[in-house]
């Protein structure tokens, strides 16, 4: 009797899906291998709940601070009152005038209080908390939403985030607001976030320092606990720009309140930029003219765009860019680049050829087999058959082929006829 | 006769020959009246030559290590033009002493057209850029005394570039640009471990001339 054949470990279940959803765009994969390939899928996903997450607690801090600051001055006020001899007239002025600030914290979006209940609410500043715990919602579900049944509909809208990402990244905002508006996808794409960027963006292809100045206030903390020197840098430019303008004393005014604190940590960078002063800006040594370089803007902004990315916990390249190189990782192989490679192949084109030179070949551990007739995997549930003549076909091509001759197999390459009990059963090494 | 040197304690040494030595301390460091006082007491040879220029050079030396930079080198000059013409890293550090003053005086204007005109030519050397970077960056400290620079201002850097501007000018004057008694503490140190390489175990002690001096 015939052996059974042993498994030939090729499990399609651990292939990332990122490279089968991106290169093929399987309309309807089996429903035993979905969710391990979704597994894998969603380790790229860390990114899709990250950045409102961050965003969310940006705002919640922000918030805190308001509140706190204008908490602690009411209260003072009190205290004042309460410790002066005050007659009650000035008293219910006193009081008023808290009062009134208090209900200006209701301006800022954050509480008001009722005057004989105290009653808090929340307004402005919580709506925008609430708003951004409800886009981390959203997202939350959309991924647990994604299953067999609507596989193709959630991969299409995938495919949209990382449309929205890219162009986000390379500036191209309008073109991301409409595709995001047309699809439905606003709490799906961050937006708003890059919209931040933007502006601090444009600023600095204006060259003006002041609004990085302030978002690098405005994460202070974050930035210091990850060592960034981006306000450094940013410092020295506007230093930089001072002496261009042959404004040396405001110049070395500026370099004692903003940049001598650094001199603990980049002392070599600080000692090289206040040495301008002594060359002015038409220095032909290079070592100094170089920093008087328009394009010391340009790396500021790929600076700030790292440090933007790096504080949201957003990927540094854009995700089209990982999707793209990990698809095609995953199919380049030297075959790819012979005449014969098959249309189906992405490789097959040019285009993508050219974008898969700097990659690594992909690391095949088994050969994989394509029937001729059917286009499928040919693996153990479906094994290769060998006709008298050498050529191979798969199991259910052949199968299907008998039931309609007779038990007559005719090859489709050479036209020999045979029987089904003929063919020989072919193993995949 | 051939002196084994762990024999030199037993060494006579000519009074001469010691009085030059101290002599020659003396003059090196422009102690005047202290020349004058000790060959008054010893009867050593009035060496005339030596005197003619050390008051001169006791004035360069003195403006120097107060920081009176251009005065030293106006001084420098009118002795003799080439001196500081043929040392460009004396020049740079004597404009730099210049340059440090006007910083401790809190002049940043004058310190900075200063540090334009007179350090910025320098700077197309790489030996002397990086020096200029050091002195500029004191301009942004508000108290420069307690930036991470501070050694460019104290005494001992003063000192240094006035023994330069010393040994320059001894040198222009054919005179040793050391003095014997330095050549000698050199020369003993370097006998000494010599000695001591040979005798392994038994090897004295490293010469110390603190310890010497107390024993």
Redesign the interface.
Known sequence: MEMDSLPNGNNTAGTPISATATATANPAPPQSSNLPQLTESLKLEHQFLRVPFEHYKKTLRANHRAVEKEMSAVISGVTEAAAADLSPDDAVNHLNSLVCRLQGLKRKGFYSFDFLFAVLSLEEGSRAEHLQAQKCRVRLDHLESADAENMSEWNNTRMKRILVDYMLRMSYYDTAVKLAKSSNLQDLVDIDVFQEAKKVIDALQNKDVAPALAWCADNKSRLKKSKSKMEFQLRLQEFIELVRAENNLRAITYARKYLAPWGATHMKELQRVIATLAFKRDTECSTYKVLFEAKQWDYLVDQFKQEFCKLYGMTLEPLLNIYLQAGLSALKTPYCYEDDCTKEDPLSQEAFRTLAMPLPYSKQHHSKLVCYITKELMDTENPPQVLPNGYVYSTKALEEMAKKNNGRIICPRTGLVCSYTELVKAYIS | MDLDPRQYENLAVNDNDIHNIVLSYLIHNCYKESVESFIACTGATQPADYLEDMDKRKRIFHFALEGNALKAIELTEQLAKDILENNKDLQFDLLSLHFVELVCSRK??EA?EF??TK??PF??EPKY?EK???F??L????EPEK??MFHLLSLEYRQQVADSLNRAILAHLNLPSYTAMERLIQQATVVRQCLSQEAGKDAPPPFSLKDFLRS
């Open positions: 940043c204007t900075l540090a334009q350090l910025g700077g197309k850029m200029l970077e050091d500029m960056a301009l942004a400290y508000k930036s991470p």
